[in-house]
């Protein structure tokens, strides 16, 4: 007769005891590494954010400007040619004429002499105002209200990234120099507020850092990105189909499918070199031009999309091929017709991918020229803004975190923002992509 059980199967033993606590102690350790994971993505946001915000406000000062004709057209013949003469320095006593008045509108005194008053405004502001005379001579002879940007130092201090103990050593801006602020800011004629120019504008000298914008560089990376998509999606996507469907599997095709993986992992800085050495020093084209820089990423994006197409091929079942070709279609036939459109959703999502991996590269960029403050206006057609030299958006980022004036490393803040929005654009494209081609079998 056989012994009953002693145990019951629901009676935990001390074996499965130390088993679940080990299961127990490993999920322990998966909600760890998630949390720190999220823990330090939202201190990087609060980061990014807390310190890059303050880019897309900027201090402005309003005046009105009396356009003297003593100063701008002594003959008063409004010969635009003669207007023209009449440099930016020229237009410097209009600027101390009009803070001066406003200072006496509002009953504001101050000590300081008008060419302290007029430091307040940007060294943009004497161009800004040339600027419009000569689009505007009829204007000549009349006061004209104008908003001007206030300089680095003085928006600093709106937005406590300057104080009065810290101006002690400051050469740019003194204490008088603060309470005419207060007084201005008082009178509403100096307000901050939205910027608009750091999204649409271009960078700008040390001396004007207020005035620095993104624009410019945006349109560099955007130009850069076109020769990307062009070239790279096109020769990835044949390289691939060739190497997945067509290609003999010998020891040929091995090294090549060795080398692509190898060239994925390759720094990035040495498709620069790369791009220095045969693009400008030996084909000659423009050096610091978003075509070159194009084709130096579309070399260093071409192994990730070649390696996320064949991983999408693979995916689509032998089943697929084997009933095409059982119907009477060709190898082309099957793999066009039928193989291609499977794998579509994958191939999307990793030229997508590479895309956006190719739009925050710097050091390549920087080898062929494509640094900050090279452009100073926007490229007025197509063949420009692929030919003329521009920087890029992570070049760009870049010069300014390097450059000593804090009004500069904050807009380097708001141009990782910028940045980041056109990065999460990209792969919201790619998910969509994906979930509107994807067929499941």
Known sequence: MSNPLKTSLLTLDARTKKRNAAETRFRAYGIAAIGAGLAMLILLLVTIFGKGLGAFQQT?????????????????????????????????????KAMEETLTE?????????KKQAALLSKSAAA????????????????????????????GYLKDRVTRESIANDKSINVAQLDMVDALLAAEVIEKR???????GADASDQRPEAAGMGVSMLGSFFMMLVVLALALPIGVAASIYLEEFAPKNWITDIIEVNISNLAAVPSIVFGILGL?????????????????????????????IISTRASLK???????DAALGVGASKMQSVFHHVLPLAAPGIFTGTIIGLAQALGETAPLLLIGMIGFIASNAPDSVASGFLDPNS????????????????????????????????????????ILRRRFERRW
């Open 60 to 96: 402005f000062v309003t005046l009105n400007v009396p356009l003297l004709e003593e100063k701008l057209d002594k003959n008063g013949t409004r010969d635009l040619e003669k207007i023209k003469k009449v440099s930016t320095f020229g237009y410097a006593p209009l600027l101390k």
């Open 106 to 114: 509002y009953g504001i005194e101050t000590n300081l002499k008008s």
């Open 128 to 155: 800004q105002l040339r600027n419009y005379v000569l689009a505007n001579t009829d204007m000549i002879g009349e006061t004209v209200e104008f908003t001007f940007l206030a300089n680095a130092r003085v928006d």
């Open 194 to 200: 939205f910027n608009l120019s750091f999204i649409t």
């Open 277 to 305: 050495a045969v693009f400008i020093n030996s084909v000659h084209l423009p050096q610091s031009a978003p075509l070159v820089g194009g084709l130096v990423l579309t070399l260093m994006t071409l192994p990730t999309i």
């Open 315 to 321: 995916s689509v079942p032998p089943s697929i091929r």
């Open 392 to 431: 890029a958006m992570p070049a760009q980022i870049y010069e300014w975190a390097k450059r000593a004036d804090p009004a500069f490393y904050e807009r380097a803040w708001g141009g990782i923002i910028i940045l980041l929005v056109f990065l999460i654009t990209m792969n919201t494209i790619a998910v």
